[in-house]
């Protein structure tokens, strides 16, 4: 069975940086397409990074170049590093294991999440 758990989520103050991890069990993450998702209260949840079984990465305009998506194969984790915090970024952080290769595909499992609050 697959399983995603996500750690890293802080409280920081704007302009700050955050690293979440991801560690993945029951599958190989390099097999899949893999995603960090957020959801505030009362709005949808969003993509904010991709991450191809390929290695080829994928934002989202208004991530503008503050997150960077990686993956270590060896120990089988996903990152997100999180730099220039804005309040706006605050929410709960979703790792997600996707259906297939590529990043067009949908959400098959997604882990507990872990919580980023920016303020000051």
């Known amino acids: 069975e697959a399983q995603l758990v996500e750690s890293g989520g802080d409280w920081v103050q704007p302009g700050e940086s955050l690293t979440l991890s991801c560690v993945a069990s029951?599958?190989?993450?390099?097999?899949?397409?893999m995603a960090w998702l957020r959801q505030t209260p009362g709005k949808a949840l969003e993509r904010v990074a991709e991450i191809n079984h390929y290695g080829y990465k994928y934002y989202p305009a208004f991530v503008q170049d503050r997150f960077t998506i990686s993956r270590d194969d060896a120990s089988n984790t996903l990152y997100l590093e999180l730099t220039n915090l804005k309040t706006e970024d605050t929410a709960t952080y979703y790792c997600?294991?996707?259906?297939?290769?590529?990043?067009?595909?949908?959400?098959?499992?997604r882990g507990q999440g872990t919580q980023v609050t920016v303020s000051s």
């Open positions: 029951g599958f190989i993450l390099s097999n899949y397409a």
């Open positions: 997600a294991k996707l259906s297939g290769t590529s990043v067009t595909s949908s959400v098959q499992v």
